[in-house]
């Protein structure tokens, strides 16, 4: 396995009621009771990084020893079945059977599981990077895992969470909606769900628990808490397309959630956009509108970092079979946000705010480096539109690291847009070919 380095690293499990319980890992020794519950939990001192194989024995009335034990990142990736998608389903998947060795990255898959209350167990075992182990694992998770390991020599253990079709309520812990302060009428709706389907037989439950709101959190994350860990990548939202901006509040509540399943309220969160998709029976803007409750969402949560993939998709296939670009841009942004490695550009350009400049709309940006057109041609998916909210196509200059908008079909501007469609591919970039992420802001 792979253990959080430098911060306090809690360990805990079961005993008899009152049992001594003593933990040794190099040289660190911890000594506590098990409470009249069973239940013990003690902590670590913080460790180094190392990748030297280390043991850790606990021992009570019994013992139990862990082997191979390094001291690296250990990071939580989760979401549906783009997260769950597996190595041997890429299009090169034989690429990667004879570079999966890697010493120091570690993977972990939580085996799909649901319940109605919290669930102290987990199922499931760390396996090394090995060409056996590696094409069943996240194929993200995977590409990411590995490529961190080689840039940082830094150990590295990833444990995905993941379940195709999950909704986002799914893995919220069952009082988040309420203690995250959501509005009433979503809150409500949240907890009528969760008592209906607790009293559903369990046969029923089995067809679809991953629409069910707390029943993967409480068999799935649950158990896994209050692991030391150094952030999360959540890739989800297909399931939720339909909410539109009510997305935002129901992410609110999965960061509420984990943060305190982990017990770190700072904890980051890598949030990554849905590609886009041919959504037959939806509106063209139902996905963009979701992009915005992405974009709300990293704006409100400052431990939050938006990740943009307009250009890592497949319109006629919601589980693109290529995925090393997506890999490659989020192990960009994860070494620049979290290791110091990189620039800025690994940061996704997001629209901050519109002017008018006479008949032009001057559009601002937070991460904005100089931009350019991925393929030299004009700025794509712009539009503009008056009072009545018709928008035209409009053509824009690029001045540094600001747009300048315009239309002649839009004499008076109220409203500009951009990638604003579930099949838009945009070719406006930053020098890192980081697209911009999708936009709709008023003029003033």
């Known amino acids: 396995m792979v253990l959080q380095r430098d911060t306090p690293l809690p360990i805990w499990g079961e005993a008899q009621p009152g049992e001594l319980v003593t933990i040794w890992f190099k040289e660190a020794k911890i000594t506590g009771r098990a409470g009249t519950d069973g239940r013990w939990e003690l902590t670590l001192p913080p460790q180094k990084a190392s990748a030297a194989p280390e043991t850790l024995t606990i021992r009570g009335k019994n013992t139990v020893v862990f082997h191979d034990v390094l001291v690296g990142d250990v990071w939580l990736f989760a979401g549906q079945s783009n997260m769950q998608f597996p190595l041997q389903s890429l299009r090169e998947s034989k690429e990667f059977?004879?570079?999966?060795?890697?010493?120091?990255?570690?993977?972990?898959?939580?085996?799909?599981?649901?319940?109605?209350?919290?669930?102290?167990?987990?199922?499931?075992?760390?396996?090394?990077?090995?060409?056996?182990?590696?094409?069943?694992?996240?194929?993200?998770?995977?590409?990411?895992?590995?490529?961190?390991?080689?840039?940082?020599?830094?150990?590295?253990?990833?444990?995905?969470?993941?379940?195709?079709?999950?909704?986002?309520?799914?893995m919220c812990r069952a009082d988040s909606f309420r203690k995250a302060k959501l509005p009433r009428e979503i809150t409500s709706s949240q907890e009528n769900a969760i008592a209906l389907w607790h009293a559903m037989p369990d046969q029923e439950i089995q067809k679809s628990p991953q629409l069910l709101p707390s029943a993967l959190y409480n068999a799935m994350v649950h158990p896994l808490g209050p692991l030391a860990v150094k952030g999360m990548v959540w890739y989800q939202g297909e399931t939720n397309l339909e909410e539109g901006l009510i997305y935002l509040e129901k992410l609110r509540a999965l960061a509420l959630s984990w943060r305190d399943c982990f017990r770190q309220k700072d904890l980051p969160i890598y949030l990554i956009q849905i590609p886009p998709y041919r959504y037959e029976k939806n509106h063209p803007d139902q996905l963009p509108i979701?992009?915005?409750?992405?974009?709300?969402?990293?704006?409100?949560?400052?431990?939050?970092?938006?990740?943009?993939?307009?250009?890592?998709?497949?319109?006629?296939?919601?589980?693109?079979?290529?995925?090393?670009?997506?890999?490659?841009?989020?192990?960009?942004?994860?070494?620049?946000?979290?290791?110091?490695?990189?620039?800025?550009?690994?940061?996704?350009?997001?629209?901050?705010?519109?002017?008018?400049?006479?008949?032009?709309?001057?559009?601002?940006?937070?991460?904005?480096?100089?931009?350019?057109?991925?393929?030299?041609?004009?700025?794509?998916?712009?539009?503009?539109?008056?009072?009545?909210?018709?928008f035209h196509p409009a053509g824009a200059s690029i001045v540094g690291n600001t747009l300048c908008v315009f239309s002649s079909s839009v004499p008076n501007p109220k409203f500009v847009r951009f990638g604003w469609h579930n099949l838009a591919i945009p070719n406006l970039v930053n020098p890192a070919n980081v697209p911009v992420y999708p936009f709709w802001l008023p003029v003033f």
């Open 97 to 170: 059977s004879t570079v999966a060795e890697e010493p120091n990255f570690r993977m972990f898959t939580v085996p799909h599981n649901w319940h109605r209350r919290e669930q102290p167990r987990l199922g499931g075992s760390w396996q090394r990077s090995t060409a056996q182990a590696a094409k069943i694992f996240s194929a993200i998770a995977y590409l990411v895992g590995r490529e961190l390991a080689c840039k940082t020599k830094i150990p590295q253990g990833i444990i995905v969470v993941a379940f195709g079709g999950c909704n986002v309520e799914s």
């Open 290 to 390: 979701l992009w915005l409750a992405q974009s709300f969402f990293s704006r409100l949560d400052q431990r939050t970092a938006l990740f943009s993939t307009s250009d890592c998709g497949d319109p006629n296939d919601l589980h693109p079979r290529e995925k090393r670009a997506l890999a490659k841009r989020l192990v960009n942004l994860l070494l620049y946000k979290s290791y110091g490695i990189g620039d800025s550009s690994a940061l996704t350009p997001e629209a901050l705010s519109a002017r008018r400049d006479g008949n032009n709309v001057v559009v601002t940006f937070r991460n904005a480096e100089r931009f350019k057109t991925r393929d030299g041609n004009p700025v794509s998916h712009l539009e503009l539109a008056g009072e009545d909210y018709l």
